[in-house]
């Protein structure tokens, strides 16, 4: 099952922020959840941000599903990614 990947503006905006080391990690993390997004996703109890995220050890990654599409909506560190 292939599924569509879309990056929004503030998530192409998180991206540029992070780190080299970060940047690998969170991009392993989306490749390899993207095969069965529902698998490890989590639903989020406030849809203001999101319908799901996944985790990648310290950082989340929010998104939204629809069909065979991902719609990466935002990205970072667990303690900021969810004040903004």
């Given at each position: 099952?292939?599924?569509?990947?879309?990056?929004?503006k503030?998530a192409a905006?998180?991206?540029?922020?992070?780190d080299?080391?970060?940047?690998?990690?969170?991009?392993?993390a989306?490749?390899?959840?993207?095969?069965?997004?529902?698998?490890?996703a989590?639903?989020l109890i406030?849809?203001?941000?999101?319908?799901?995220?996944?985790?990648?050890?310290?950082y989340?990654i929010i998104?939204?599903?629809?069909?065979k599409?991902?719609?990466?909506l935002?990205?970072?560190h667990?303690?900021?990614?969810?004040k903004?």
């Open positions: 099952m292939a599924y569509k990947i879309i990056y929004s503030s905006k998180d991206i540029r922020k992070l080299n080391v970060a940047k690998k990690k969170l991009g392993h989306i490749e390899r959840y993207s095969q069965n997004p529902q698998k490890h989590k639903k406030s849809s203001k941000i999101g319908q799901y995220r996944w985790r990648a050890g310290s989340r998104f939204d599903l629809s069909g599409t991902i719609q990466v935002r990205l970072g667990r303690r900021e990614i969810y903004k």
